[in-house]
């Protein structure tokens, strides 16, 4: 079997910043950053789709890559194992430890639940086996709820019952398939789960309707023994006018109101937070604060266009704030950064593949860094215990054990006159400390 | 005393849709819907500060208006009365049966939270012989915890704990006029809880002091007898880069997550609803399918500015689905539409202010026509029913009741290879059904 | 031949407010509106591509429709002989006068430019005996340069002339084929004149290149002597992060620039103005202020999503104002309203694309008779004619005929003290006007 | 006269990378890059109505700043004075070579428009000694026409030619303070030249106004000797609904059509480019290869929020584009980077105008190093002349010389069956040249 990426001979190497020729200029995977190396820290995984299955194609035109096995007339058997051969050696290639994957990117649908079943059972033993060979683990696995037309109006939330059931088949078989792989967690996209249009659509039927879909996974989890995280992945909308995994303030709320926190995570997207009128590093600092974070879908958007562009993550200064609040969070269980990317369209050599990944990664490697060492020095810790240290003092702490009522704290108030003078958010000397974190970390 | 509002030298008529001068077309107060009068579905209200204690100002420019009690050499005491005289002519003429206001609005803060509070009882106790001439009600009150230097970084989330106390003494006082004028509701906007940079913020410390300060008022509601709605205000972001109070969803997880769901219902403005990537429409369905639907701040923003426009709302198109969600609900209980309207900087004219509330007014009455007539004939509703028809149905039934695992349901589907047939989601028939009820009803 | 909208027997009739069934609650073809009647007036078209070319596809999820020639088995020239079939009848039962198409739309891409070429002589012929038949005919063509991968670093702007080169081999023949049907316009849409990145982009270079394309496409269109008016449609992004047409200023800038002002009009999309930040009104308005008017492409965004959702144009309250300037402007001339929409992708029956079309002629009709009724009253005119009185006064005159310096009139100003008493802008009177016409208007 | 910034005695030091205290870590002002001291590169200013003439409020909120010139009860002349001491303080010790004021920011406004100009000329003639002492310069001058109310519709496009008329006189006595100054360029922009509504509102009209008071303006430039830059400085919106100087392209089709081009250049600010839908590098990118490129307002916005926020520009990632292609068209003539940052609403420190303008300063700097690095490697540069270089070629040569017609053109192209393979884009190897350049530059 020849290779599919020849101009890249061997493992992705570390050159360092000024090294020749593709390589990683940051990303040394045994460097020690603190007490875990980069890549235990990072925990990269490659997604099967975007970089393997999807052709090139946007709304307005048609598929540009060279990817051999999505031709119209091969045999979507031997096309499947085309393209999982060429995922694996881009995988191992590269160096990343992980992979994702739908149902349908791996293995052909049939023409039943039965024979989708089959073939996707028969390419997953062939990955097992490519997983053994490489090392190469899964991060996470997925069921596809939204490509096919059946899930036009959604699948758990469709208005349809028996649409649930078909997508509780898949995610059944899906989540078999990811436990059988040895996943290390599972994720839910809700891609069809919201609406078009209210004009025919019972929110609330279709918010307890997902939640029953979401029980009997938990369920299910527990009965095949499966102890990966579960994990849902709010996006505010696309392809949906209104998706109801909205962002993950209400995720949180959802999981919640029905019973299922401790049971998911979150699995944040760049490109999707800031979809959702958020920064990532919003997101991330929810997710951490309120013990929800799971995993991160690694891209960014154009901040001119709309729409979730799934671009590679290059911005280190937008990336030093989420992996900061990572690190301070502890640091990834289960989770990982996942590169939920696209190449442009017009990125049609097969080594573009490869400068996305490594200019990511490397990206990554250099917010790790300034991350680890704002951190250490703590740098915005030390800020933040000094701007809110009255709430340790005697008021803070009374107030906050609920021992004053408000009229007692009211009166109190009256009574000294208090009406403290302002200090200094002090945000643009703390932008500056973070500059000066990156320009002098190498 | 003399008039401000000469020119409307008595009680706005309803004059029909081709009266001449100034009338309201459609709104006539006492006009049946169903089985309430316009006027008691729509529980209009008018607003102290955009229309009596804003001068016209933006964050470009001074003050346009004529609104002689806000010249700076004029005593703060005199000014109060002469702009709640106003006030009250106005509403009185205008002929709604309700206003709000926040504690700064009325009357002048003084040098100290005891004299403050001088000045506010004894506004509120000339505002109560006002509202017993009239007959005119109060909505809402609210204490504004926003526009002074000291809540620059919020009031209950502010890292100083002296501001909370500063902001309870502000909101007992507060709660006790808004309960000594019979309010009907009792609003909290959190204008500058939320943050301007997470470099220096801990999101679930303000958190827990957010819910910390809202739970002390419940407790304070309780035992001053006070029997109006608490309501909280959803706004994602301006003036701060974030509020907490983002959208419907995540104010609904934050009540549920501190045991403060039943304690406090949400007050949606269209406006914000808009800055959070949301329609007007979806806040309302949001809320009213979730139980926590309390009022409304009637405005409209517009679509291509990025901040809070606040304006007069006049598009029937927009406003009936929210209007028809609401009347689905059940209609108002303690709420009501509230006109949280500014007048363009240029609309200077004394009458203008009259011209904004009756265009607006007319247009909630038309659209109060429009839903009460979609939700009579069941258009929606009916398909609505028919869309959800399968989930009352035995396969529905049992997903729903729980005593399907994922499991039996994928083992079902298999064995059937359930693969329903999609149907149309009807969404431009349904468009033109609103069309027709709009264009129909008069 | 079968037809393929047998639910539809006939012509869609007019049925009045409240008809029964599917048919015009408002357009009535024949009515006149002043000197023309609506059909006249609105000179309604249908377009091939949404309607008959796309499959219900988006970027997420596979085709929905019921579009038996997008088979992948079928034999392509058949196909494109059922599409037209279908599309013709449809137009027919519609009513439409006119209907739009890119070349690839009506006919299969062959082997080689020539073999595309026959292929679409042949489906242009074929097209003439059913316009023939059915006296349909041409708004205007087009040559779709932006969905083949050949594109994708744009068409005229692409960095290789030989794309330039295809490029023009395919309007060359698109523009004949035009010409041979009797388009009344031309269309030029540059979906991929932009760019992905700046990073290896030179802007003015592409500016050059697309000026010379437009040159040569003035030279020959004189050298058949087609004499329908040439189109281009801004559009500022989407597919690519941005479009060099971005909007109607920077068109019209460009054609200036490059002299091509009085050979080129704009055609105007709903959902493009509002995706460049503008309203559909100011688009228009500025097209008729400048005299680049050309054409529509109706349709409408939803305010809440960043992306091109091509929905029909249901909102009264939206259309009026553009209507009421084209109106105003003295309505189209070689233009048209061209319903550049597509179908929700759940609106699978094929009697909703009826819903949808009927649904927007409607409401373009709605929103006609109000335009006229505010034409005709001079509700808005009046008012401007009052506004800026002062322009046709002395010192209005003598500043706009360039008699005066800028010492001059300084000097007066200061010498008089000039300071004019600010003037109410009126804005919510107005907006009571404009409600005030649609509400009273049947 | 005492020091209002006693904390930073003198200038403000440079410190290099890991330095103590407040210093430049990057800007070392004589440092050369190229063939020019960074100081020539970047012709630093700073404004004077966001650092001194702004107290901190914001729409929802008070002034929150330590500024004791703005108090009420103090003399406007002696406020002025103490404004300019701590304004020339300020600047001399950051070690800004430049200033840049509105008339009204520097001198109060008086009773009448002879008042105004005779306060004005005594705090410039204050100005000029000061200036001379410490060695600033005056950047630009500017003309305050949209703060008061006389402007609330507008000055050159208000509907009353008065306020045109009074309009002119403040620039007409603007320019000439500009001049007295020997300011380098002079600064129009037209914050209210725009509308609130188009019901009431003729675009060409104002259109033609506004040009007319253009060329009055160039005539009177000519009268007096100014040998300064006449800048325009677009912006999309706020505080009006639309500006009509909307983005760069707007402003270059503007000035071509009423023959100013080459008179007026354009004042490029970051975060009006993001809010006008485009990147600063797109503005930037686009008036450079215009040749209408003149001046920076450096600062950005928050992606998240769709107002001016007007901050300090940090990210070297963003910054360097938009530097890189000032560079690449041969730097700065008269124009330079000017801060027009506010602080953030709670930064009431003084030494926090220091903290902002020295990380922006430094950031600047870090990106002039990166960009002049990529330009004379050329990395841009060699990519981008190898992905144009058809267009030297034959082919290209012919075509953008006119020798061909698109029917020969076309011709051609059928005969050859021209069809050129797509190359890459190279756009995810560019993005890691750039972070190369970043990465590895200090």
């Not at 899964?138 to 939330?157: D, I, M, Q």
């Not at 289960?334 to 990511?360: N, P």
Request: aromatic share 10%; net charge negative.
């Amino acid at each position: 079997m020849s290779e599919f990426f020849p101009d890249v001979p061997g493992p992705v190497p570390f050159i360092g910043i000024d090294g020749e020729g593709l390589g990683y200029r940051v990303y040394d995977s045994d460097q020690m950053v603190g007490d875990k190396s980069m890549a235990d820290h990072l925990r990269l995984a490659v997604c099967y789709w975007h970089s393997f299955n999807w052709p090139g194609s946007d709304i307005f035109g048609d598929g540009t890559f060279d990817r051999p096995w999505l031709a119209r007339d091969i045999d979507p058997m031997r096309a499947a194992e085309a393209k999982q051969d060429a995922a694996f050696e881009f995988i191992s290639k590269l160096g990343a430890r992980f992979f994702s994957f739908h149902d349908v990117d791996m293995a052909p649908q049939g023409a039943s639940l039965k024979e989708s079943r089959a073939n996707l059972d028969a390419m997953v033993d062939r990955a097992a086996a490519k997983m053994s060979q490489t090392g190469v683990e899964l991060l996470w696995g997925t069921a596809n709820l939204f490509s096919h037309p059946r899930f036009a109006a959604g699948a758990a939330t469709n208005p349809n019952p028996e649409v649930f059931a078909h997508a509780a088949a898949q995610v059944r078989h899906m989540l078999d398939a990811t436990h059988r792989l040895g996943g290390h967690n599972y994720v839910l996209w809700g891609g069809r789960e919201g609406y078009e249009t209210l004009l025919n659509t019972r929110m609330r039927q279709e918010a307890d309707q997902l939640a029953r879909f979401l029980s009997m996974v938990v369920d299910y989890k527990r009965t095949i023994g499966f102890e990966g995280t579960l994990l849902l992945e709010p996006k505010p909308q696309e392809p949906t006018k209104h998706q109801y995994d909205y962002d993950c303030a209400t995720v949180h709320g959802f999981l919640d109101r029905y019973d299922l926190l401790g049971e998911f995570k979150v699995n944040i997207e760049g490109n999707h937070a800031t979809l959702a009128g958020h920064s990532f590093h919003h997101e991330v600092a929810y997710a951490i604060d309120h013990g929800i974070f799971g995993s991160i879908d690694a891209n960014r958007g154009d901040h001119q266009n709309g729409w979730d562009t799934d671009q590679f993550p290059t911005s280190v200064d937008e990336l030093v704030p989420p992996v900061y609040e990572i690190l301070r969070g502890g640091g990834f269980e289960t989770g990982g950064f996942m590169f939920d990317t696209k190449l442009r369209r017009q990125s049609i050599d097969r080594s573009d593949l490869f400068h996305g990944h490594v200019g990511g990664i490397d990206a990554l490697a250099k917010a790790l860094l300034v991350a680890h060492k704002l951190l250490s020095e703590r740098t915005l810790e030390g800020e933040r215990d000094r701007r809110y240290a009255g709430w340790t003092d005697d008021l803070g702490t009374q107030i906050l054990s609920g021992s004053l009522g408000l009229g007692e704290l009211a009166d109190r108030a009256v009574a000294h006159n208090i009406d403290p003078t302002p200090v200094s958010g002090g945000q643009e000397r703390l932008e500056n400390e973070i500059n000066h974190a990156i320009w002098s970390t190498s």
